[in-house]
């Protein structure tokens, strides 16, 4: 029985091993290339910040398929053990209300980060959202309860000090044509969207451990279905009072490299900017919010360095300095886990020692 059950509980860590590896890989494609395409669609005619911000949640549908698979194996599951077939959508009405809730707030953060990128070069907003990971620890601490070691500390303090190496430059970074005015309206308002998505990150773990159900990576995936199309009405309706609808097709024919790229472009977008919402939420499930901000963080200088390369933008020394910190971070973050995992492995076998304060 007990080796069973050994069996059983090895078969579930590596299914959290490949999942949370499927997640960083999402959240991966979405933090790196999901402003890149945004960036693309500003800099070559594209002027609808709202259109944008639509883009970033507009592919949730693709949650379908996924969703459609995991109803079909719990159904076959069901049928095989005799019990009653299982309900086409499991959230209860309370979880329903607390996803419809962070999906608006994620549309207003949607907002307000298309409009930073339309107005600041890629390598500039990447280095304001790098704070976010500040926010995220803050409120991560206030409202799950975040248990921090000197490694995960120190991860935040190195990724925090590269973002303010980042910003030692940020001045000259105006794209030219662009009013002083529109250049700090757009650092202001990535500074809240990165404040917004600091509080977002911990809210969806506070819910994950409130929720009266048993949480799965099914039922998470429905939470980001209802929080994605709850973030795209609060867009939609900004495109309806913004007239965007009546504007694409003429942007379209106007886009510098043609209308077929323009619409590819926003395709690209909405697919890419899913990856980095299941991505995070999925990173959220397996792991933490704090080590889902950290993730998107150590990212962001490698943004920055595609960005240089593909738009040409300026790679001073300071985002190099701030590239080391980032991996230093990392680095440090992924050794105390490690340890820790260890300590933790080390007391589960000896029914002598103390509880340990990680458990």
């Given at each position: 029985?007990?080796e069973?059950?050994?069996e059983e509980d090895k078969?579930d860590?590596t299914?959290k091993?490949?999942l949370?590896?499927t997640n960083?890989?999402?959240?991966?494609?979405?933090?790196?290339?999901?402003?890149?395409?945004?960036?693309?669609y500003?800099l070559?005619g594209?002027h609808?910040?709202?259109?944008?911000?639509?883009?970033?949640?507009?592919g949730?549908?693709l949650?379908l398929?996924?969703?459609?698979?995991?109803?079909?194996r719990?159904r076959?599951t069901?049928?095989?053990?005799?019990?009653a077939?299982p309900k086409?959508?499991?959230?209860?009405?309370?979880?329903?209300?607390?996803?419809?809730?962070i999906?608006i707030?994620t549309?207003l953060?949607d907002y307000?980060y298309?409009y930073?990128?339309?107005?600041?070069?890629?390598?500039?907003?990447?280095?304001i959202?790098a704070?976010?990971?500040?926010f995220t620890?803050f409120?991560a601490?206030?409202l799950?309860r975040q248990?921090f070691?000197?490694?995960?500390i120190n991860a935040?303090?190195m990724?925090?000090?590269?973002a303010?190496?980042?910003a030692?430059?940020?001045?000259?970074?105006?794209?030219?044509g662009?009013s002083?005015?529109?250049y700090v309206?757009?650092?202001?308002?990535t500074v809240?969207a990165?404040a917004?998505?600091?509080f977002?990150?911990?809210?969806?773990?506070?819910?994950?451990?409130?929720?009266?159900q048993?949480?799965?990576?099914?039922?998470v995936?429905?939470?980001?279905?209802?929080m994605?199309?709850?973030?795209t009405?609060f867009?939609l309706?900004?495109?309806?009072i913004n007239n965007?609808?009546?504007?694409?097709p003429r942007?379209?024919?106007?886009?510098?490299?043609g209308?077929?790229?323009y619409y590819?472009?926003?395709v690209?977008?909405?697919i890419?900017?899913?990856?980095f919402?299941?991505?995070?939420i999925?990173v959220?499930f397996?792991?933490?919010?704090?080590?889902s901000?950290?993730?998107?963080a150590?990212?962001l200088?490698v943004?920055e360095?595609?960005?240089v390369?593909?738009?040409?933008?300026?790679?001073?020394?300071e985002k190099?300095?701030s590239?080391?910190l980032?991996l230093?971070?990392m680095v440090?973050?992924?050794y105390?886990?490690?340890?820790?995992?260890?300590?933790?492995?080390?007391?589960?076998s000896?029914p002598?020692?103390?509880?340990?304060?990680?458990?």
């Amino acid at each position: 029985m007990a080796e069973g059950r050994s069996e059983e509980d090895k078969d579930d860590r590596t299914m959290k091993r490949l999942l949370l590896t499927t997640n960083c890989l999402l959240l991966t494609i979405g933090t790196s290339g999901g402003p890149l395409v945004m960036r693309l669609y500003f800099l070559h005619g594209g002027h609808r910040v709202w259109l944008s911000s639509f883009l970033e949640t507009a592919g949730f549908p693709l949650m379908l398929l996924p969703l459609a698979v995991s109803y079909l194996r719990r159904r076959r599951t069901a049928s095989a053990a005799g019990t009653a077939k299982p309900k086409l959508i499991s959230m209860k009405p309370p979880l329903l209300a607390a996803s419809t809730f962070i999906g608006i707030l994620t549309g207003l953060d949607d907002y307000l980060y298309a409009y930073g990128v339309a107005r600041l070069p890629v390598s500039t907003s990447a280095l304001i959202i790098a704070t976010q990971l500040g926010f995220t620890a803050f409120f991560a601490f206030l409202l799950v309860r975040q248990k921090f070691t000197a490694y995960s500390i120190n991860a935040v303090v190195m990724l925090t000090v590269g973002a303010g190496v980042l910003a030692l430059h940020t001045s000259g970074d105006r794209p030219p044509g662009e009013s002083v005015k529109e250049y700090v309206m757009g650092f202001v308002m990535t500074v809240i969207a990165a404040a917004l998505y600091g509080f977002v990150l911990p809210l969806i773990e506070l819910v994950y451990q409130k929720i009266k159900q048993p949480l799965t990576y099914s039922l998470v995936m429905e939470i980001q279905f209802v929080m994605c199309f709850s973030a795209t009405l609060f867009c939609l309706l900004g495109m309806i009072i913004n007239n965007d609808f009546k504007v694409i097709p003429r942007e379209a024919k106007q886009f510098e490299h043609g209308e077929g790229s323009y619409y590819a472009v926003l395709v690209g977008s909405a697919i890419i900017w899913q990856a980095f919402f299941l991505g995070a939420i999925g990173v959220i499930f397996c792991a933490s919010s704090l080590f889902s901000g950290i993730l998107i963080a150590v990212l962001l200088p490698v943004t920055e360095v595609l960005a240089v390369i593909f738009y040409k933008e300026k790679f001073q020394a300071e985002k190099g300095v701030s590239l080391l910190l980032s991996l230093w971070g990392m680095v440090s973050y992924f050794y105390g886990e490690i340890k820790h995992s260890r300590k933790r492995k080390k007391k589960n076998s000896d029914p002598e020692a103390e509880p340990s304060q990680y458990s």
